[in-house]
């Protein structure tokens, strides 16, 4: 009986209630339950390569809130990948660091770590200043910005 509502649950979609029925010693007790998907394991979790900054960022998992005790809403990109000569390494990223903001733009995932570079080479801004959770610590790097320097 385990193995037939083991399948019954997995084949029950998330967007309507899962109506659950238990019956013992004559009494019978029915209950809805709301199911959810099952989090996404960090190593599936997807990255991206940033050039300007030579670092690869990730997106922030279930997993990860636990393991960092951060809510539910917390945003953000981890530091998957820091090339020591990039100009992330330059700022002083690491590996791990959990990047908030990027300037005045705040982080809440890839696109909008992005999109706050876009933004900041658009209006031309001479530094990058980033705002990232390093364990217990809050710090806040700069980093002269990739486009204002000649290669």
């Known amino acids: ?41 960090v190593a599936r979790a997807e990255q991206r390569w940033n050039d300007r900054l030579q670092v690869v960022v990730r997106a922030l998992t279930f997993y990860d809130r636990a393991e960092r005790a951060l809510a539910a809403e917390q945003g953000g990109v981890l ?3 820091v090339e ?9 990223l690491r590996t791990g660091d959990l990047l908030v903001r990027i300037n005045d733009r705040e982080v809440r995932d890839l696109d909008s770590f992005e999109a706050a570079l876009v933004a ?16 217990a610590d809050t ?13």
């Open 120 to 135: 900041a080479e658009q209006r031309g801004e001479e530094r990058l200043r980033f705002l990232v959770l390093r364990g």
């Open 84 to 92: 020591n000569g990039g100009f992330g390494g330059l700022a002083f």
């Open 79 to 81: 530091l998957e990948r």
């Open 139 to 151: 710090r806040l790097l700069f980093v002269d910005a990739p486009w204002r320097v000649q290669r």
């Open 1 to 41: 009986a385990t193995g037939a509502l083991d399948q019954r649950i997995r084949n029950a979609s998330t967007l309507e209630p899962f109506r659950l029925t238990v019956r013992r010693e004559g009494r019978e007790l029915s209950k809805s339950l709301t199911l959810v998907e099952e989090p996404t394991p």
